[in-house]
Nanobody, 115 residues
Framework: HVQLVESGGGSVQPGGSLKLSCTAT????????MGWYRQSPGNKCEMVAT???????YYADSVKGRFTISQDNDKNTLYLQMNSLKSEDTGMYYC??????????WGQGTQVTVS
């Protein structure tokens, strides 16, 4: 049974920081592409950051220089360090994995509120 579980969301004032975590069970990160996505209160969805099996990392322009994606393969955990948070960063953050062994998976989301 594959499961991605996010944690670390919460409420923070503008300028604050949060670190999101996403732990996978039932599969590993080996040869997988991982990412964080968010849905704003207006239901707009956007890619926040992705890290790929080839080592490439991509960020949305809106978060470059403020957010950092990283992973710990030994812990099967993906992270998103978010600094200098802005009100427009508010939303539900989802972890996703496109597994190298096949299949794509999403977590249930963790809410981030900046106000």
């Amino acid at each position: 049974h594959v499961q991605l579980v996010e944690s670390g969301g919460g409420s923070v004032q503008p300028g604050g920081s949060l670190k999101l975590s996403c732990t996978a069970t039932g599969l590993t990160f080996d040869d997988s592409d991982m990412g964080w996505y968010r849905q704003s209160p207006g239901n707009k969805c956007e890619m926040v950051a992705t890290v790929h099996s080839d080592g490439n990392i991509y960020y949305a322009d809106s978060v470059k220089g403020r957010f950092t994606i990283s992973q710990d393969n030994d812990k099967n955990t993906l992270y998103l360090q978010m600094n200098s948070l802005k009100s427009e960063d508010t939303g539900m953050y989802y972890c996703a994995e496109c597994a190298g062994t096949g299949g794509a998976y999403w977590g249930q989301g963790t809410q981030v509120t900046v106000s």
